[in-house]
Nanobody, 119 residues
C-alpha cells in the first residue's frame, strides 16, 4: 500500500506564495506520474498540474506562469510552488501519484491541504 502525505497549505494574501509538498511512502517500486488537483467549495475537482517520470510537465491554463510543479525522485516527493496567488486559487489541493508497487500498480490520493487566498 502506498500512502501520500501532503503539507504546506495555509492562508496568504493575494500576490503571495505557498509551496505544497506530497511525499509517497510504502511499497513504491516506480512512479509514472504525479499530479496536483484542487477542489473549491461546490465545484468539481480539477487538474492543476502534472509531471511524468521523464519530467514532462503540464499545467491548467489558469495557473500557467504562476505555478511550478517539480519532483524529487529519491524522496518520491512532488512539489507545487505557487506564486502570484489569487483569491480564485482558494481550494483544497490534493496530490495524486500513480505507478508500480512491489507487486501491483497503484494510484493514491493525498489527504488534501487547504489553500486560502484573501484579497
Amino acid at each position: 500500500q502506498v500512502r501520500l502525505v501532503e503539507s504546506g497549505g495555509g492562508s496568504v494574501q493575494a500576490g503571495g506564495s505557498l509551496r505544497l509538498s506530497c511525499a509517497a511512502s510504502g511499497r513504491v517500486f516506480s512512479i509514472t506520474v504525479m499530479r496536483w488537483y484542487r477542489q473549491a467549495p461546490g465545484k468539481q475537482r480539477d487538474l492543476v498540474a502534472g509531471i511524468t517520470r521523464d519530467g514532462t510537465t503540464q499545467y491548467a491554463d489558469s495557473v500557467k506562469g504562476r505555478f511550478t510543479i517539480s519532483k524529487d525522485n529519491v524522496e518520491n516527493t512532488v512539489y507545487l510552488q505557487m506564486n502570484g496567488l489569487k483569491p480564485e486559487d482558494t481550494a483544497v489541493y490534493y496530490c495524486n501519484i500513480a505507478g508500480m508497487g512491489l507487486t501491483s500498480p497503484f494510484a493514491s490520493w493525498g489527504q488534501g491541504t487547504q489553500v486560502t487566498v484573501s484579497s
